[in-house]
């Protein structure tokens, strides 16, 4: 009777430079007994010996360090998006080119719902390929002139309504003085909604409430499969403020036996005090599972750059657009790491702009100088605009940097011509300076921002390639094993689960990446096209 | 709006950096309500501290306060929580914001402006008179408390005992450069004429004539009243009231326009917000207003 299986593979990269590369993987009760051919693995008694990976590739499974769960619960609405992508059941489904092919695709949602009268919402659309033309509520009234109708922009700040969403909402009237409110010639507003405060009143009415954010069991299902997909195995919820549903419906998710992910869920300190923030992770962290990672916190501290909402230090926007937003005060940031530092609860910093990262440093620094904080891991995530001393100061002081690699390819254009020009669009996402400096790093999508798909987001840390085609910072670009291993160990380590993930290795999870080529033989500039085959998740198989 | 609309509730927006003294102010709002249902919208429970001995009960993120006042936090969703206030039965008689220490009052108000059924009248701002000038000299925080200070209608400055006299009355002079547009008000410790804010009773006491001034409690604040008998020039009236030399600091009251609709009119500092107004024979043709001399003390 075989007390283990041995998979053979073409090759397997284990991410443990003791052992790079093996043919064969051992894996008893979801872990990893051994890694490497078959005679060193047959010591451990009978096995049984499974081929189904023999043409494949193996790799860690990826770990998807910034990702929201959202980008599962969006798929219950129209995609919009430019670029063609991949649905939950991985299915190809077309990108729209153009503002006809956005109203196309949502008559045609439209239409396969006649029956039920209700909103029709789309996301995914993203303005910068369409020059200075704006998607409007007259592009949308031609998909309904009776129901509402939305579209979310990619970058989640923006809202498109149709007039019968805005009449409802009370919004189509004179007289709005607001600046996420753009009024066209007639005074009324043209249907776009810049900023949450505008586009909330009118979330609900096209249909886009709770569900789009995917914190309950459907949309975690639908974000696992993204995540199988994309040969991800453990992903995380950085966005989703804490309830006891959502809670209760991730724990009874991730215990079912063919739930193929490990989800890691920070807790955002929106709406509480730091110190109430800090009791209830000590609390989560006792009812974590093993497919469930509860505990770490994460703490907002600027806005983004395309949004212009970020804080940039000297000269600021490349446009002369005003300095960004705080969204937290620097006291409570301080309080926050200190208790951080006490309670020994890590804590992960949204930071775009490099004034944000400032503070942060500043803060941490400070905050260690009162408290001791062995291996606090704290992590900047984001951190778009950091410059070589700020990676300086993060090596000294401890922080990991989780990078948004991404950013190069989908906003490196607009960024280079409208939010920080050339010079600092080629330092964004400084991925050869972490390298140098020693500051351990990941790299990660933020999807649904962008679709996650680390192959994806390692290719454009390899490459810098803009949608336009323009390598955009030769000198930050990184080889291929380094982002690899960003995808990998690196975040792995930016979530305190090295020792369980990460890499192929004796004594970890079995956790694979099964792709259908090898990412080290491909050019790097085609290493986004390496086909994945699906994601062996601890020790169970699931094709994508 | 439909006849049969009800007025909007009135607003308003109370902001200033973390620590000016916002939560005492609103305490001394709540203590001395007088019958008016309060409702307090706040970022987080966190950032204020009602006090204890005014919470009546808590329910699903509400807290009960006396006298049929209540106070919720908001978090990352203002506008849903304006809604929910339209919905509560009674209908508050007012509702207080309370920005978190590094938001923008005046992006608050215009937000406020988005949803129906409540009209933002006035932005009011706590400032620490003590600490102002170095916050906002601060390297990260002082655009944003600049910002506070040009978005305020009336500035109320706080812990003016700690800072002494001197820096008060420095920190004046400097307020009339970068917030010249505020009407700027002392108060003491934290303790503004709850009528301030809350704006005044509409109808005063029938000893308070035309012209006629009580002496408030508070030394340096006097009300009066204005009388109007026939339609008067509402937009006219408001800008009156609001003007770079006015004294009068908060003012409310119903009066007739020019074309016969009953408007009610109400300043805070240098903000006025003309709104419909219902039938009310009680409350028609006055203006009720509370000046602050120019040199205090
Ligand atoms: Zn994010």
């Known amino acids: ?544 | 709006m439909t006849a049969a609309a009800p007025e909007p509730i009135p607003v308003v927006v109370i902001g200033g950096y973390l620590g000016a003294g916002k939560t005492t102010l609103i305490n001394h709002l709540l203590r001395h309500a007088g019958g008016r249902r309060i409702a307090v919208l706040v970022n987080d429970f966190g950032e204020i501290n009602i006090d204890a001995d005014l919470i009546e009960g808590a329910e699903g993120g509400v807290l009960s306060l006396a006298g049929g006042c209540v106070c919720c936090a908001f978090g990352a969703d203002l506008m849903g929580a304006l809604d929910d206030l339209r919905d509560l039965d009674p209908r508050p008689d007012m509702v207080l914001i309370e920005t978190s220490g590094v938001g923008l009052p005046g992006a608050v108000a215009r937000s406020v402006g988005l949803a129906s059924g409540l009209t933002a009248i006035g932005v009011a701002v706590v400032a620490d008179a003590e600490t102002l000038r170095a916050r906002a000299a601060d390297r990260y925080v002082g655009d944003t408390v600049l910002t506070q200070l040009r978005d305020a209608d009336l500035l109320l400055l706080s812990k003016t005992d700690l800072a002494g006299e001197a820096e008060t009355a420095a920190v004046r002079v400097w307020l009339a450069g970068v917030a010249p547009r505020a009407a700027v008000v002392t108060t003491d410790h934290g303790r503004a004429p709850p009528d301030l804010v809350l704006g005044p009773r509409e109808a005063p006491p029938a000893a308070l004539a035309e012209g006629a001034v009580v002496a408030e409690t508070h030394a340096h604040f006097r009300t009066g009243v204005r009388r109007f008998s026939d339609p008067v020039d509402v937009a006219a009236l408001a800008a009156e009231l609001t003007a770079p030399g006015s004294q009068i600091v908060r003012a409310k009251g119903a009066v007739t326009d020019l074309d016969g609709t009953r408007k009610l009119l109400q300043v805070v500092g240098r903000r006025a917000a003309v709104t419909a107004r219902a039938d009310d024979p009680r409350t028609e043709g006055l203006i009720v207003w509370i000046a602050v001399d120019p040199h205090p003390h």
């Not at chain 1, 639908?222 to 040969?231: E, H, K, Y």
């Not at chain 1, 215990?255 to 955002?268: E, G, H, M, N, Y």
């Open chain 1, 1 to 544: 009777m075989a007390a283990f299986t041995v998979y053979r593979a073409r090759r397997i990269h284990t991410m443990n430079p003791s052992r790079p590369t093996a043919t064969h993987v051992a894996v008893r009760d979801g872990r990893i007994l051994g890694v490497g051919d078959l005679e060193d693995l047959a010591g451990w008694g009978p096995y049984r010996l499974d081929e189904v990976f023999a043409d494949k590739v193996l790799l860690p499974g990826f770990v998807e360090g910034h990702t929201h769960l959202m980008a599962g619960g969006a798929w219950r609405y129209v995609y919009c998006g430019v670029f063609d992508a991949r649905d939950p059941d991985g299915d190809l489904v077309k990108g729209s080119p153009s503002f006809d092919a956005v109203v196309e695709a949502l008559q045609r949602r439209a239409q396969a719902t006649a029956d039920d009268g209700g909103p029709v919402a789309g996301w995914g659309f993203d303005p910068i390929y369409f020059g200075a033309e704006r998607l409007t509520r007259a592009h949308l009234d031609r998909v309904s002139a009776d129901r509402p109708v939305g579209v979310m922009h990619a970058s989640g700040h923006i809202l498109v309504a149709n007039s019968v969403a805005l009449r409802l909402a009370d919004q189509l009237r004179p007289g709005i003085d607001h600046p996420g409110v753009p009024l066209g010639d007639d005074g009324l507003p043209t249907g776009e909604l810049k900023g949450p405060e505008a586009m909330i009143p009118l979330m609900k009415v096209v249909g886009l409430g709770a569900q789009l954010e995917g914190a309950d069991g459907p949309g975690l299902r639908a974000f696992s499969r993204l995540a199988v997909g994309a040969g991800v195995t453990t992903a995380t919820e950085l966005g989703a403020p804490f309830s006891r549903r959502a809670l209760d419906a991730f724990k009874h998710e991730t215990a079912q036996a063919d739930f193929p992910l490990r989800l890691v869920w920070l807790l955002r300190t929106i709406g509480m005090t730091p110190a109430a923030a800090f009791d209830q992770a000590v609390a989560l962290k006792a009812e974590s599972s093993d497919r469930l990672r509860l505990g770490a916190v994460k703490v907002v501290a600027d806005g983004s750059i395309q949004g212009f909402s970020a804080r940039l230090r000297w000269p600021g926007y490349y446009n002369g657009a005003p300095q960004g937003l705080w969204y937290v005060a620097p006291e409570d940031l301080r309080a926050i790491y200190a208790l951080g530092l006490k309670h020994g609860v890590q804590v992960h910093t949204h930071t775009n702009g490099d004034e944000a990262t400032d503070l942060a440093l500043d803060c941490l620094e400070s905050a260690l100088r009162e408290h001791t904080g062995p291996d606090h891991r704290f992590m900047l995530q984001h951190c778009q605009l950091a410059d070589a001393a700020q990676f300086r100061r993060m090596k000294a002081l401890g922080f990991g940097v989780n990078l948004f690699a991404n950013h190069h390819f989908y906003w490196g254009d607009m960024h280079r011509s409208v939010t920080v020009g050339p010079e600092r669009a080629e330092r964004m996402n400084a991925c050869r300076t972490a390298l140098e400096t020693g500051v351990p790093f990941a790299i990660h999508s933020d999807a649904p921002v962008t679709p996650m798909a680390p192959l994806f987001t390692a290719w454009c840390a390899v490459n810098r390639l803009t949608a336009s085609g323009r390598t955009l910072g030769e000198a930050q670009r990184i080889g291929v094993m380094d982002a690899l291993r960003a995808v990998t160990l690196g975040a792995a380590w930016s979530l305190k689960l090295d020792s369980e993930i990460g890499s192929i290795e004796v004594g970890k999870q079995a956790d694979f990446a099964v792709l259908g080529d090898d990412p080290f033989e491909v050019a790097p500039e085609r290493l986004k096209d390496v086909p994945v085959w699906g994601v062996v998740q601890g020790g169970r198989v699931f094709p994508a």
